[in-house]
């Protein structure tokens, strides 16, 4: 059984630093392709970012980029997400997610088979 588990989220000011870790089992881990997104109420799941199986190339969303960092370490089956500067509107669930490596960036949520339950971040102003 393959299980995401997100975790890392909490309440933060603005201009605060967090790190979500996501741990995933029942998978070959290295031969995924990770994304985290993200969901505020109201509002669509949107790509966050992205990271080829061995970590080589990493993809980000416009809105992010430059702030949030993406890593993973294959011999502990964990995708991170490193997030600086962080802004009120970045605050909503965050899920990380897992789809078999395509050879191409995935950044639709429709593209990914396995998510994880997501976890919280806050931010205030």
């Known amino acids: 059984q393959i299980q995401l588990v997100e975790s890392g989220g909490g309440l933060v000011q603005a201009g605060d630093s967090l790190r979500l870790s996501c741990a995933a089992s029942g998978l070959s881990f290295s031969r995924y392709y990770m994304g985290w997104f993200r969901q505020a109420p109201g509002k669509e799941r949107e790509f966050v970012g992205g990271i080829t199986r061995y970590g080589a190339s990493t993809y980000y969303a416009d809105s992010v980029e430059g702030r949030f960092t993406i890593s993973r370490d294959n011999a502990k089956n964990t995708v991170y997400l490193r997030m600086n500067s962080l802004k009120p509107e970045d605050a909503a669930v965050y899920y990380c997610?897992?789809?078999?490596?395509?050879?191409?960036?995935?950044?639709?949520?429709?593209?990914?088979?396995?998510w994880g339950q997501g976890t919280q971040v806050t931010v205030s102003s």
């Open positions: 997610a897992a789809n078999p490596e395509l050879g191409y960036t995935l950044r639709v949520a429709g593209d990914f088979m396995y």
